[in-house]
């Protein structure tokens, strides 16, 4: 199993160091799927659906009633599940869906999800 760190890779929003993650072959669907059953991280899955980047403050995704280190350990474990890729600019921290990635791995899955989790129950 391999983990990307593609220290230095830039992108359209800038430079900026990428934290660890699982590489595109290695993203495992029960550990997607794991990390995607809490409603906090599937409110971020829905944030992040636009795929900007996005910042982690939790007033800009709308879990401002959370403590940041709870989002904080939300994000890490949606990044570590394959789902997000964590831009490092300083002290800062931008987090974008790895889009391609799942569609590469999972053909239709992240659609679908995204599709279930607007629709009101």
Do not use: W
């Amino acid at each position: 199993m391999g983990t990307e760190r593609a220290a230095g890779a830039g992108s359209a929003a800038g430079e900026g160091e990428r934290l660890p993650q699982p590489a595109t072959a290695d993203i495992d669907l029960v550990t997607v799927l794991h990390a995607l059953g809490d409603p906090v991280r599937l409110t971020l899955l829905l944030s992040y659906a636009d795929d900007a980047e996005h910042s982690c403050d939790p007033r800009g995704l709308g879990l401002e009633h959370l403590h940041k280190s709870t989002v904080s350990h939300h994000m890490r474990v949606l990044r570590e599940a394959g789902i997000t890729t964590t831009r490092v600019a300083g002290r800062n921290r931008f987090v974008r869906l790895r889009r391609a990635d799942l569609d590469t791995r999972f053909p239709g899955l992240l659609d679908a999800l995204l599709a279930a989790a607007s629709t009101p129950a």
